[in-house]
Structures are given as C-alpha cells and as structure tokens.
C-alpha cells in the first residue's frame, strides 16, 4: 500500500517492580533501551519510524533519551494505562497506519520476523486489525496492530496489557506468522539474567 506510514514503539518504563531502572542496564557497552534502538533503526533505517513511548511521569527517564538523542512519546494517564499511551500517539499522529509494539525489555528481538509482520500486514490492509509472530525464544516475538484496533475503546478492556484486549475481538481479524524456532527466554525480567544476556 503506497504512503502506507509504519511505526515501531518501543514501550519503556524506568520504574519496574522485578527490576528498576533496567531500561538503563548494560549489555556489551550499551544501555539496553539504547541498543534495542539502534538496532532497530540500522534495520529499518526509513521504512518505519522508531519512538519511545514512556509514562507521563517518568521524567528521569525522558531526560536520559532527550540526552541520547532518542525520540520518545510521554503520555498515559498511569503509568499502568498502556492503552492510552498509544492511543495518545495514535491521535497525534493521523496519519500512522500500522504500529509495532516491541517492549524494552527484549534486547534480542527478531527483526526478519518483524519485517514479515509489517509487509503482511500492509498487503492485507484492512483484513486484518492485529499480526503477531510465534513459536519464537520468549523475548523475541513480535506485534503490529492496525491504528483502529488500538482506537476503539469497545474492545480496549485491558488498560495495561495490549494483547490482552484481543480476547474481545473477532478472532479471524487476526494474522500469525510462525517461525520455527525452539523456545527459551531472552527476555530481560529480573537482574539475574542480565549475566545470560550479556554472554
């Protein structure tokens, strides 16, 4: 689709109950949040835009990035209200049509699949309202929606968890794109994986 506009969000928070601050954890040099970054703008470059999307009281954190150089969204009306940070971006930005939503805590995430995902996702616009891939390493998933899933309030039960919400939707409205891949965590959850991580 021609003009199709692509996002990729990177949902982030610096006050996390398991493991505070670890957005600024290091792995091999790099703060995690900024790693997860960059490698997704060296993969994407100009085909997606790439925001930090952070909690409108996380000023902390919005310093560090505004220093890093990193764009990011402050919005939600909680710091446990997911839902309306991205519908907040949403209606900031019309003209978005597909966002991805890749969470801070995943510095290993599998960025062919994401790719598939939106090129799915954008042949098939409008048939399908949310992509999501499988049978990957927990950690290394991957999630677009179309903008109207995330602006309907009827179907948006779950303030905290995206996903979550998908329950009240038709279920054939959904597109899954599996790799066969065996599974293991790579998901960065507590401070004692960070060992694991950086190895």
Known sequence: MAG????????????STRFPFKCYAQLNGKTVIRKIYDDLVDEFETEAEVIVLI?????????????????????????????????????ANPDVDLIARVTADDPFRNLYDLRKLFELMEDGMGLFQYGFSSGLPYGMNNEVFLRGFLLDDSVQKDREHLSNNLQHFIPNAWLKYSSPISKFNLSLDTPEQLPFLNY
């Not at 199709?4 to 006050?15: E, F, G, L, N, T």
């Not at 560090?64 to 949403?90: C, H, S, W």
């Open 4 to 15: 199709c506009r692509k996002v990729i969000a990177v949902q982030c928070r610096s006050k």
């Open 55 to 91: 909690p409108i009281d996380d000023e902390d954190l919005a310093l560090y990035l505004l220093y890093q150089n990193i764009p990011f969204f402050m919005a939600g009306k909680t710091e446990d209200d997911v839902v309306d940070r991205f519908q907040t971006y949403l209606i």
